[in-house]
Nanobody, 117 residues
Framework: VQLVESGGGLVQPGGSLRLSCAAS????????IAWYRQAPGVQRELVAV???????DYGETVKGRFTISRDNAKNTAFLQMNDLKPEDTAVYYC????????????WGQGTQVTVDS
C-alpha cells in the first residue's frame, strides 16, 4: 500500500495550493480519506475528511478556506487550500481508513506547506 502526497511548497499569505494524495494497493473507493497536518512541537490535527460516500467534514480552523475532494477513477484525493495563513504552515499527511471487523489505516510520507511572505 502506498499513499503519495504532492503539491506542497512555499506560498505567500492569501495564496492557494492544491495537495494531491495518490493511492495504490487499496480499493480506494471504499476508504475514507483524511488530511492531517503537524507543525513543529504541535500535535497532529485533523484538517479534513471525506468518506466513501463523498460526505465531508473539516477542522474549525480551515472551514470555508479548504475543500477536500476525491476522484475514485484516479485513486486520488485532493485538498484545495485557499486564503492560506502563516498558521497553516505544517507537514500535511494523507490518511486512508477503512474498517469492517479489522481496522485498515495507512499514512503517506507527508508534504511540507509553508506560508510566508
Amino acid at each position: 500500500v502506498q499513499l503519495v502526497e504532492s503539491g506542497g511548497g512555499l506560498v505567500q499569505p492569501g495564496g492557494s495550493l492544491r495537495l494531491s494524495c495518490a493511492a495504490s494497493g487499496i480499493i480506494f473507493s471504499i476508504y475514507s480519506i483524511a488530511w492531517y497536518r503537524q507543525a513543529p512541537g504541535v500535535q497532529r490535527e485533523l484538517v479534513a475528511v471525506i468518506n466513501s460516500g463523498g460526505s465531508t467534514d473539516y477542522g474549525e480552523t480551515v472551514k470555508g478556506r479548504f475543500t477536500i475532494s476525491r476522484d475514485n477513477a484516479k485513486n486520488t484525493a485532493f485538498l484545495q487550500m485557499n486564503d492560506l495563513k502563516p498558521e497553516d504552515t505544517a507537514v500535511y499527511y494523507c490518511n486512508a481508513y477503512y474498517t469492517d471487523y479489522v481496522i485498515y489505516k495507512y499514512w503517506g510520507q507527508g508534504t511540507q506547506v509553508t506560508v510566508d511572505s
